[in-house]
C-alpha cells in the first residue's frame, strides 16, 4: 500500500524559514516525480515545487528563489525547503507522487498518491 507522509509544518514568522519532508512507502519511488502543492482556505490547490522523475526541478514563479525541493539518496524522501517565507505562503501543504509527462507536472489531477497535508503558517 503506497503512503505518503508529511511532516515539518508549524508557525514562523515572516522572513523565517521551515523545512518540510515527505516519507514515501509501499513502492519503489526512483522513477517517480514527487513533488508539493498547498492549499489556503478558500482557494484551489495550487502547484509549489516538483522533481521530475528524480531528474530535474521545477517551481511555481511565486516561489521561485526562495524555495527548493530535493530528493533523499533512495528517492524515496522529498524534501521542501522554505526561506523567505511570507505571510501569503500560509496553506495546507501537500506532498504527491505521480507519472505526469513534463508538460502537466503543474496539475494535481496528474498526481496518484497523495499525503495528509501538513500546515504552515507564516505570521507577520
Known amino acids: 500500500q503506497v503512503q505518503l507522509a508529511e511532516s515539518g509544518g508549524g508557525l514562523v514568522q515572516a522572513g523565517g524559514s521551515l523545512k518540510l519532508s515527505c516519507a514515501a512507502s509501499g513502492s519503489n519511488f526512483r522513477d517517480y516525480t514527487m513533488g508539493w502543492f498547498r492549499q489556503a482556505p478558500g482557494k484551489e490547490r495550487e502547484f509549489v515545487a516538483t522533481s521530475f522523475r528524480s531528474t530535474h526541478t521545477y517551481y511555481s514563479d511565486f516561489v521561485k528563489g526562495r524555495f527548493t525541493i530535493s530528493r533523499g539518496n533512495d528517492k524515496n524522501m522529498v524534501y521542501l525547503q522554505m526561506d523567505s517565507l511570507n505571510p501569503e505562503d500560509t496553506a495546507v501543504y501537500y506532498c504527491?507522487?505521480?507519472?505526469?509527462?513534463?508538460?502537466?507536472?503543474?496539475?494535481?489531477?496528474?498526481?496518484?498518491?497523495w499525503g495528509q497535508g501538513t500546515q504552515v503558517t507564516v505570521s507577520s
Open positions: 504527491a507522487a505521480g507519472r505526469p509527462i513534463l508538460s502537466s507536472i503543474r496539475d494535481p489531477k496528474l498526481y496518484t498518491h
